[in-house]
């Protein structure tokens, strides 16, 4: 008798095939907005529950809110967005995500593959859509056949940052079958040779007054417990760049607090003989312009060689897995005394800022003590985030973000939405802060909307100065005048109340002290608009930095 061969594979789109290798890669979140050239997605999203979906209001938000939502849970999430100006709005934000190798899958589509390349009136068309976003990625691809959807997404998410995949409408509607092979996402793994191992376990043993510096990627890496006991081991001071604030507990007794507070940084780098960084990128922002000295001896260690030897000259070099090769190191290490007072240099610089009475920084301390340790503070650009950068302590891993990456306004508000739909999402209960500028807020605020529709419980802290402040403090020092950073700005609380959100405003630091704690505990999202003349670290001392020269 002869045998049929029946076939079990189900016919569906090629967009339900993109949905389907999402998940398959352990993506189950996205953010973005519906149009005609994406609609296939949507439909395909309508019919799989596993999937959770958000929209925004903007194509820029959806890609701030899926690096929110990576660097607050470690897990990646998708943006849909549309052809041409939809895809292009995503642009800005993709440089933030592309500079600190956050990962996130932008699927966008193209016109119909029969328009692509040329110049016929097509609806949004858009010459070389695919080479406009490619540099800001690690990774970016067009589909052309329903048959390489899985691997392209696959590949999109080994890469190690943000990536594009790009897929002409019709092949969306295109129909396919489900694949059944499961690409592999893992990437594959380097080791240090023992050659380099041994050299830098040479260097550690000969040096009396080693120094860590911990970045971003020890907290990706899920590296901290093993850092912890490396610096313990070694009884070493623990700084931490601005994206790598977290790694190390702030409350750590090894703690020397963040980089970014330039002359108290310098003067423990001065000090010491040897620097190690792990998983650390040296911004000009954290370094004061890269004028930041090291010691000679400098054991490098990265998960990603392309990260190596990028400011500094390395003695040693140690590419690998973070937390393998940190361990690898404190099981071969002398252990030693500490030779740096951590807790009596800290508590002299915490005396001599309390005595500057300076309410930026009284506000951090309010807010540490209101907050819990993983509460989670998403980050503009404005003054008051430049204290929390220096001085802020995080206690917790993934409770910090930040826009290091491109120093971009704009950034806090939508990566607060990311990390609230991550943390809904996952049943966490850690609360979800935004603190930016008034002229950082307006970048963005229209994700007020976004933050009312599902109602995430953010809560949003403007510091209202009515001016692009910082500009003014760089002017005068540069100048002597300020020119253009005033700003006549909607009534901010009106505008959160129009969106559905409740708001309070207070204009002395005595309401602020009062009204933190009902705003911080308050159901839903809510926003609280701080009125002030808000001056910069550098301007009242709490930071040195070398003066600009023109
Ligand atoms: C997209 C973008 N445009 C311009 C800048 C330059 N910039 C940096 S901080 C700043 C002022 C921000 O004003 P605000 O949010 O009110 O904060 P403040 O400095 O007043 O505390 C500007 C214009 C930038 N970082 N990003
Ligand atoms: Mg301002």
């Not at 590949?155 to 592999?184: K, N, Y």
């Not at 190596?308 to 005394?337: C, D, H, M, W, Y």
Request: aromatic letters at 8%; glycine letters at 8%; charged letters at 20%.
């Amino acid at each position: 008798m002869a045998s049929h061969t029946i076939s079990t594979a189900t016919q569906v789109t090629t967009a339900q095939a993109v949905i389907d290798a999402l998940l398959r890669c352990g993506i189950t979140a996205g953010f973005g907005i519906p149009s005609i050239h994406n609609i296939a997605l949507y439909d395909a999203l309508r019919q799989e529950p596993r999937f959770h979906h958000w929209i925004v209001r903007h194509e820029q938000a959806a890609v701030f809110a899926a690096d929110g939502y990576y660097r607050s849970s470690g897990r990646i999430a998708a943006v849909f967005a549309s052809t041409g100006p939809g895809n292009l709005f995503t642009v800005a934000p993709l440089l933030e995500s592309f500079q600190t190798c956050t990962p996130l899958v932008l699927i966008g589509p193209n016109v119909a593959s029969s328009f692509l390349g040329k110049t016929c009136g097509a609806l949004h068309e858009t010459p070389q859509q695919l080479e406009i976003i490619k540099p800001l990625t690690r990774f970016a691809a067009r589909v052309t056949s329903p048959d390489a959807v899985a691997e392209t997404i696959a590949a999109a998410v080994r890469a190690g940052g943000p990536a594009f995949i790009e897929i002409p409408h019709d092949v969306l509607l295109a129909p396919t079958s489900l694949s059944e092979e499961q690409p592999s996402t893992q990437k594959p793994d380097e080791f240090p040779s023992s050659d380099e191992t041994a050299k830098a376990i040479g260097q550690i043993n000969q040096s009396r007054k080693p120094v860590l510096v911990l970045g971003a990627d020890v907290i990706t890496g899920d590296a901290g417990g093993s850092v912890q006991k490396l610096a313990e081991a070694l009884q070493a001071p623990v700084l931490t760049t601005t994206s790598g604030k977290g790694a190390i507990a702030g409350d750590h007794p090894l703690s020397a607090g963040c980089f970014s507070r330039l002359g108290v940084a310098q003067e423990l780098l001065l000090e010491s003989d040897l620097l190690i960084s792990i998983g650390a990128r040296f911004t000009e922002f954290d370094t004061g312009r890269f004028s930041l000295k090291v010691p000679a001896q400098y054991i490098q260690i990265e998960r990603d060689l392309r990260h190596v030897g990028l400011q500094f000259p390395f003695t040693s070099r140690l590419v690998g897995e973070i937390s393998e090769v940190v361990q690898n190191l404190a099981a071969k290490i002398q252990p030693r005394q500490s030779w740096w007072d951590v807790a009596g240099k800290r508590s002299d610089e915490n005396q001599q800022i309390k005595a500057l009475q300076a309410e930026p920084y009284k506000a951090l301390e309010l807010l540490r003590d209101a907050l819990n340790r993983d509460d989670v503070l998403a980050n503009d650009q404005s003054i008051l985030n430049y204290w929390i950068s220096a001085f802020f302590p995080v206690l917790a891993p993934r409770a910090f973000l930040y826009p290091t990456g491109s120093g971009t306004l704009g950034y806090g508000l939508p990566a607060a939405v990311g990390a609230a739909c991550a943390a809904k999402q996952h049943g966490r209960s850690s609360r979800i802060i935004c603190i930016s500028g008034d002229g950082g807020f307006q970048y963005t605020a229209h994700e007020l909307a976004t933050l009312a529709h599902y109602r995430l419980p953010v809560k949003i802290l403007v510091v209202n100065d009515n001016a692009y402040g910082i500009i003014g403090f760089l002017q005068r020092n540069l100048f002597g005048h300020t020119h253009e950073i005033q700003l006549k700005n909607p009534d901010f609380c009106v505008l959160a109340e129009a969106n559905g959100i409740a708001a309070q405003r207070v204009s002395d630091f005595d309401s602020l002290r009062r009204q933190l704690p009902v705003w911080l505990n308050s159901p839903g999202p809510a926003l609280l608009e701080w009125r002030t003349e808000i001056k910069a670290p550098w301007e009242v001392g709490a930071i040195h930095r070398p003066v600009l020269k023109q």
